[in-house]
């Protein structure tokens, strides 16, 4: 099930931000449209960590130093969206949605990274 929802949200957020960055191609600066996106991809960013922080508590068997990484990766993940939001809402061209674009591709590593942290240090 982690796997899976890592890579739902690793598919999600490039897919966005190549949305994004096909929008900043165009010249289209970020739209409502984009920000609907972006609060999706954030609710399913905070499902992920849900659900990963309920699997540490649950299952446990980690190190100290592999819990802070995967809680540090979440926090990350949960923090990333909104400060692309916040930058992108400051920058109405299309610099906006490279912004956001970024953003997304960032979501993207730090899940990915999650995961692969989740799995190596598996109790």
Do not use: D, F, K, N
């Amino acid at each position: 099930m982690i796997v899976g929802l890592t890579l739902g949200v690793l598919a999600l957020a490039l897919a966005w931000a190549l949305w994004c960055a096909v929008s900043a191609a165009v010249g289209q600066a970020p739209t409502i449209r984009h920000r609907i996106g972006l609060l999706v991809l954030e609710a399913v960013a905070l499902v992920q960590a849900l659900v990963l922080v309920v699997g540490l508590v649950v299952q446990g068997g980690r190190t100290t130093g592999a819990v802070v990484e995967i809680v540090g990766y979440l926090v990350a993940t949960l923090v990333v969206l909104p400060i692309g939001a916040a930058l992108a809402h400051g920058e109405r061209t299309r610099y906006g949605s490279i912004v956001l674009a970024v953003a997304g591709v960032t979501l993207a590593v730090l899940s990915l990274r999650t995961g692969q942290v989740w799995a190596v240090t598996r109790g």
